[in-house]
T-cell receptor
Framework: GAVVSQHPSWVICKSGTSVKIECRSL??????MFWYRQFPKQSLMLMAT?????????EQGVEKDKFLINHASLTLSTLTVTSAHPEDSSFYIC?????????????FGPGTRLTVL | AQSVTQLDSQVPVFEEAPVELRCNYS??????LFWYVQYPNQGLQLLLK??????LVKGINGFEAEFNKSQTSFHLRKPSVHISDTAEYFC????????FGAGTILRVKS
């Protein structure tokens, strides 16, 4: 199968601190990874597309200076929430894109619950 | 641009009863269609996907979905649900990016 991990699974931090979340594709290489945000009782909203070796592409309304994305290798993308505030508390989910023939399928990580106090 | 509408926010059903979760999509281009399941505090797990070919797609855990191009629908069905099927289900359409519906919470009661 295609396994994607995230670390940490949950984190609690103080307002004003920065938090880094890792997303790893464990058994395949992913040139493209995605970061989503999910508020309680809502669907996933795409934040940004992470491309290995290049800058991430952010969706409209997402602050790129606040949500720093680094995709330094084919199996690892990181999301850093800088100067976190309580309104950044959310469930962050990453996915890694696996290409088979002409089809790209996203495989999702288990998510990271961020709580900012 | 693509969009997905999941017509029911919650579906309660008794154990061993059949269930259908509805999904309609819109797109100006050919798309791929997906159903994902999310258990509490977990990420998404792929249930099934439609790429091309047969309009009836079988997935994991006994779920299946039927692609209906004329009605732009991709409804998810299971003939007999189990308590462990209680979860939130997301329909998604893939064009240049993956777009999710709002989700349907399936509550299976004993």
């Amino acid at each position: 199968g295609a396994v994607v991990s995230q670390h940490p699974s949950w984190v609690i931090c103080k307002s004003g601190t920065s938090v880094k979340i890792e997303c790893r594709s464990l058994d395949f290489q992913a040139t493209t990874m995605f970061w989503y945000r999910q508020f309680p009782k809502q669907s996933l909203m795409l934040m940004a597309t992470s491309n290995e070796g290049s800058k991430a592409t952010y969706e409209q309304g997402v602050e790129k200076d606040k949500f720093l994305i680094n995709h330094a290798s084919l199996t690892l993308s990181t999301l850093t929430v800088t100067s976190a505030h309580p309104e950044d508390s959310s469930f962050y989910i990453c996915s890694a894109q696996r290409t088979s023939g002409r089809l790209d399928t996203q495989y999702f990580g288990p998510g990271t619950r961020l709580t900012v106090l | 641009a693509q969009s997905v509408t999941q017509l029911d926010s919650q579906v309660p059903v008794f154990e061993e009863a059949p269930v259908e979760l509805r999904c309609n999509y819109s797109s100006s281009v050919s798309v791929y269609l997906f159903w994902y399941v999310q258990y509490p505090n977990q990420g998404l797990q792929l249930l099934l996907k439609y790429l091309s070919g047969s309009t009836l797609v079988k997935g994991i855990n006994g779920f299946e979905a039927e692609f209906n191009k004329s009605q732009t629908s991709f409804h998810l069905r299971k003939p007999s649900v189990h308590i462990s099927d209680t979860a939130e289900y997301f329909c998604a359409v893939s064009g240049n990016k993956l777009v999710f519906g709002a989700g349907t919470i399936l509550r299976v009661k004993s």
